[in-house]
């Protein structure tokens, strides 16, 4: 069965019917519309009520749920899981993980016989009092760190590759890319290839003279980006490669072996995530199974 995140929007609780997805209510004006839409047609395919344990973002308030729980079981609503969502999972550390977890395990006792969902990817790792009766790794599955600060125990699964579409040589004192802002110390052999922010290749992984980029690996090594990401192009320096070792139409990888996709972020100033909601639809897509 499909939960679908972020709340029922007006007048789309017959979607939700048609396809045999639940929706997650977060508020009591989005359970009225499915109470209404359940009994009007009778419906009976579940449904999910977020209770907000310290995001203040979605969800029920602690309060609005215990003075519901009564209603919800003399009822039947046809709630199928309870969920919240942590904050801070990333920061073992912090302080709101146990007031979260603490307040949802309050809030399930006035629930009881009703699943509970509170860990996300890095939620997982804080241990067994974050993982109720359904946990819903995310990013992780992708090879996203869930655990920073940590070795990462995920196996990486997103490779990413652009074709390289010229060589050339840069003298020195020459600039690449766009507003100038990386020049060459000496001259620098460099690899042009066609993937950029258009791409969801992040812009903000661009090298300056100020500041060094993303890498990339070219011929099985691992060399910098040279100048301003732009909308479909990157430049790579190539100079620490022997001659006639990169030729137009090479392949280069700009995720995947000791690149992987917090790399690529960190050298972006963002998150993994972000890196991986970007990759855009001009790449072709090849999938393989474990």
Same mark, same amino acid.
């Given at each position: 069965?499909?939960?679908?995140?972020?709340?029922?929007?007006?007048?789309?609780?017959?979607?939700?019917?048609?396809? %045999? &997805? !639940?929706? #997650?209510?977060?508020?009591? @004006?989005?359970?009225? /519309?499915?109470?209404?839409?359940? *009994?009007?047609?009778?419906?009976?395919?579940?449904?999910?009520?977020?209770?907000?344990t310290?995001?203040?973002?979605?969800?029920?308030?602690?309060?609005?749920a215990?003075?519901?729980?009564?209603?919800?079981?003399?009822?039947?609503?046809?709630?199928?899981?309870?969920?919240?969502?942590?904050?801070?999972?990333?920061?073992?550390?912090?302080?709101?993980n146990?007031?979260?977890?603490?307040?949802?395990?309050?809030?399930?006792?006035?629930?009881?016989?009703?699943?509970?969902?509170?860990?996300?990817?890095?939620?997982?790792?804080?241990?067994?009092?974050?993982?109720?009766?359904?946990?819903?790794?995310?990013?992780?599955?992708?090879?996203?760190?869930?655990?920073?600060?940590?070795?990462?125990?995920?196996?990486p699964?997103?490779?990413? %590759? &652009? !074709?390289? #579409?010229?060589?050339?040589? @840069?003298?020195?004192? /020459?600039t690449?890319g766009?507003? *100038?802002?990386?020049?060459?110390?000496?001259?620098?052999?460099?690899?042009?290839?066609?993937?950029?922010?258009?791409?969801?290749?992040?812009?903000?992984?661009?090298?300056?003279?100020?500041?060094?980029?993303?890498?990339?690996?070219?011929?099985?090594?691992?060399?910098p980006?040279?100048?301003?990401?732009?909308?479909?192009?990157?430049?790579?320096?190539i100079?620490?490669?022997?001659?006639?070792?990169?030729?137009?139409?090479?392949?280069?990888?700009?995720?995947?072996?000791?690149?992987?996709?917090?790399?690529?972020?960190?050298?972006?100033?963002?998150?993994?995530?972000?890196?991986?909601?970007?990759?855009?639809?001009?790449?072709?897509?090849?999938?393989?199974?474990?």
């Open positions: 069965m499909t939960y679908v995140l972020n709340g029922l929007l007006p007048g789309t609780a017959a979607v939700f019917a048609e396809i %045999q &997805a !639940r929706p #997650v209510i977060g508020s009591l @004006v989005e359970l009225a /519309e499915w109470d209404a839409f359940c *009994a009007a047609n009778q419906w009976h395919g579940g449904a999910a009520l977020h209770v907000d310290g995001m203040n973002r979605l969800g029920i308030s602690a309060d609005e215990a003075a519901l729980a009564p209603r919800i079981r003399a009822e039947n609503h046809g709630i199928t899981l309870l969920m919240s969502h942590l904050v801070c999972a990333e920061q073992p550390g912090h302080p709101l146990e007031r979260q977890m603490q307040l949802f395990r309050e809030v399930r006792l006035l629930y009881r016989g009703i699943p509970g969902s509170l860990a996300n990817s890095s939620g997982i790792f804080l241990g067994s009092g974050a993982h109720c009766d359904m946990v819903r790794p995310g990013a992780a599955l992708f090879g996203v760190n869930p655990t920073p600060g940590h070795k990462n125990p995920m196996r699964v997103i490779g990413l %590759q &652009a !074709r390289v #579409v010229h060589v050339r040589t @840069v003298p020195k004192g /020459e690449i766009y507003s *100038a802002t990386w020049t060459a110390k000496h001259a620098t052999r460099v690899a042009v290839v066609a993937a950029g922010y258009a791409d969801g290749y992040p812009r903000a992984a661009s090298a300056t003279d100020a500041a060094p980029g993303a890498d990339a690996i070219v011929a099985g090594t691992r060399c980006l040279a100048g301003r990401i732009s909308m479909d192009l990157l430049a790579i320096d100079t620490a490669l022997s001659d006639h070792t990169v030729r137009r139409g090479d392949l280069v990888t700009l995720i995947g072996g000791e690149i992987g996709v917090d790399d690529l972020a960190a050298a972006a100033g963002t998150i993994g995530y972000e890196v991986l909601t970007n990759l855009g639809q001009r790449y072709h897509r090849v999938y393989q199974q474990g």
